[in-house]
């Protein structure tokens, strides 16, 4: 008994085609690495999936998507959990290799000798991911993944083996990465994060005070990196951002993460108003280019000279 997939017209267009690149197109990819997955993966009773993705695009394509990458990745999960649910009929267990959903973006105009065009879409199928830091440490030994990919020759995946250092050239930026908790009831209840949470208790507070309306509320930070963003509906569904509903927050506002190599907090604003960190005017970054500067604890942050935020740090595990 075959599975017939109800959802072929999502397959088009291909990876590489003479259209626009589209949200939609980039998410059809997406859907389509992971059918083929389901596909070759799966042995037996058992389906088995690709769980990691890397989606190279354009260097001008890319920049031109990127405000859109999460609500792709949402939408991809969306579809991946409904093909799961379709298929269970024909598997007797599923088998999510990874405890979750890791999608990579990055720009790049060359990968494995092919030129990458503004209207292509290189998406990558990985079942449980490449090395730690492959996609960006030069010392990762030179061995093999098998991966899963769309070869342009024959227009279909393949799975081939690649060596993980073809990728060192590729600047997969931290706003590129998301992750999503793999859920066993089949339903989105993660959103994407940048980090997992280190502990119930949160690894930092903060405290905040809008002055000019008294607004005053306070903020657990549980993941390794949030956004400070103004309270707004298109925001609400993300665990990991801070939102202040002030319009002298931007939106997003500022990012702050925990380098965890270094045991610190680190901030970056990327309002065109003013962020200050305990009076010391932090100068604007590009979305796509953070400008990091330390955050020590006990910080007091001033934004758009209105918002004040007292930053605390929690013991952390």
């Excluded at 991809?76 to 599923?94: D, G, N, P, S």
């Excluded at 993941?223 to 963003?229: G, S």
């Excluded at 993460?257 to 045991?263: D, I, L, V």
Aim: charged share 20%; aromatic share 10%.
């Amino acid at each position: 008994m075959s599975f017939k997939n109800p959802f072929t017209k999502w397959l088009m267009p291909e990876g590489s085609t003479d259209q626009e690149v589209t949200n939609n197109s980039i998410l059809n990819e997406l859907i389509a690495c992971f059918d083929d997955s389901c596909y070759k993966q799966s042995v037996g009773k058992s389906l088995l999936f690709n769980m990691h993705f890397l989606v190279l695009l354009h260097p001008d394509t890319y920049e031109t998507r990127m405000q859109s990458l999460a609500p792709i990745v949402n939408e991809a999960v969306k579809e991946f959990y409904l093909r799961i649910a379709q298929r269970k009929m024909k598997y007797a267990e599923i088998v999510p290799v990874s405890s979750v959903w890791h999608f990579k973006f990055g720009p790049a105009s060359v990968f494995n000798n092919e030129t990458i065009r503004e209207k292509d879409i290189k998406v990558i199928g990985v079942l449980t991911g490449l090395k730690h830091n492959a996609a960006r440490d030069n010392s990762v030994p030179a061995t093999t993944t098998k991966v899963t990919m769309r070869v342009k020759a024959t227009n279909a995946y393949d799975k081939m083996d690649i060596n993980p250092q073809i990728f060192k050239h590729i600047n997969f930026l931290d706003s590129g990465t998301f992750e999503i908790k793999f859920s066993h009831d089949l339903s989105l209840s993660a959103t994407p994060v940048q980090q997992q949470n280190f502990n119930d208790n949160g690894i930092a507070t903060i405290e905040y005070y809008v002055g000019n309306t008294g607004l005053a509320g306070k903020y657990v930070m549980q993941d390794k990196e949030i956004v400070i963003a103004r309270k707004e509906a298109t925001n609400a569904a993300y665990s990991n951002y801070l939102l202040i509903e002030s319009a002298g927050v931007s939106n997003p506002h500022a990012r702050i993460k925990y380098n965890e190599a270094e045991r610190k907090f680190q901030i970056a604003s990327f309002s065109s108003n003013e962020t200050r960190v305990n009076e010391i005017l932090i100068n604007k970054s590009e979305l796509d280019n953070p400008r990091w500067n330390d955050l020590p604890d006990h910080s007091q942050l001033l934004l758009n000279t209105m918002i004040t935020l007292q930053f605390k740090k929690n013991q952390i595990a």
